[in-house]
């Protein structure tokens, strides 16, 4: 069985005076539920306040980027040294949004990834499809790509530090979501090809979240899915009592 993972995805939200009493929150609010991993991926500039509001809780601080090199002439870049400095345990990389504002490529995101793991880091890599390469028949074409290239070089080993994020790019913050066969075809496919990138063994322990408007009210029948292991979560994930009932889901699913 795989832990279920839920991973709240703040973007640019919450300020650093706003961190802790939400960590806090979510702490209280979700404190029996242990068989759940619980994250929170801030801005940067929280990264200080979430870890400290973290200590103690089940709750695990995450960021959402790091660069691929160690130090340099990277204005605004943060490096995976810094990261791991700070107490971070998760990152999020290759984030549609990242690829969309921030020319962030598959190469990028393999360097980012191979960083991030090699620091002893937990890497959650986002893959997924725009609505025009959905209506195209290009979803397999698009996810295995991203794949392929984004995790170029890893080996099984490095996939005990790796989650995949499935965000369906027509599904963020869009009110839609992909319904949970619709997801699960998805999520299928990433396992079949993270297996023959790594070994089907690894690939079957690796867990695979899903990143499209996730919300308490669709949470359970998503969760309920066979390669769903979870949800990385927005807008749902910027309120306490929201994101505690999509843990509750992940704490029921079986």
Excluded at 81 to 108: C, N, P, W
Excluded at 114 to 121: D, N, Q, S
Excluded at 240 to 248: E, P, Q, R, V
Aim: glycine residues 10%.
């Amino acid at each position: 069985m795989r832990k279920k993972i839920i991973a709240g995805n703040w973007k640019m939200n919450i300020k650093p005076s706003e961190t802790a009493a939400l960590v806090k929150g979510i702490a209280e609010a979700t404190k029996d539920f242990t068989n759940v991993d619980i994250v929170c991926c801030t801005p940067a500039i929280d990264i200080p306040a979430a870890v400290a509001a973290c200590a103690g809780t089940a709750v695990q601080p995450g960021a959402e980027n790091a660069h691929w090199e160690a130090s340099g002439a990277y204005t605004g870049e943060i490096s995976t040294g810094m990261l791991v400095d700070a107490g971070v345990k998760y990152v999020i990389i290759g984030h549609s949004e990242r690829r969309q504002y921030f020319a962030e490529t598959d190469e990028t995101v393999n360097k980012r990834a191979t960083a991030v793991i090699k620091a002893g880091l937990t890497a959650i890599v986002c893959v997924g499809e725009t609505l025009a390469e959905r209506d195209a028949g290009k979803v397999e074409e698009v996810i295995v790509r991203q794949m392929k290239e984004g995790l170029k070089g890893l080996s099984a080993a490095d996939a005990a530090n790796l989650v995949i994020a499935y965000e369906p790019v027509w599904a963020i913050g869009t009110g839609r979501t992909a319904t949970p066969e619709q997801a699960q075809e998805v999520h299928a496919l990433i396992r079949k090809t993270l297996g023959e990138l790594v070994g089907v063994d690894a690939a079957e322990a690796v867990r695979i979240q899903y990143g499209g408007s996730m919300k308490p009210g669709n949470a359970a029948e998503l969760l309920a899915q066979k390669d769903i292991d979870g949800g990385l979560i927005g807008g749902a994930a910027l309120k306490a009592d929201s994101f505690a009932g999509i843990i509750a889901a992940a704490a029921a699913a079986k």
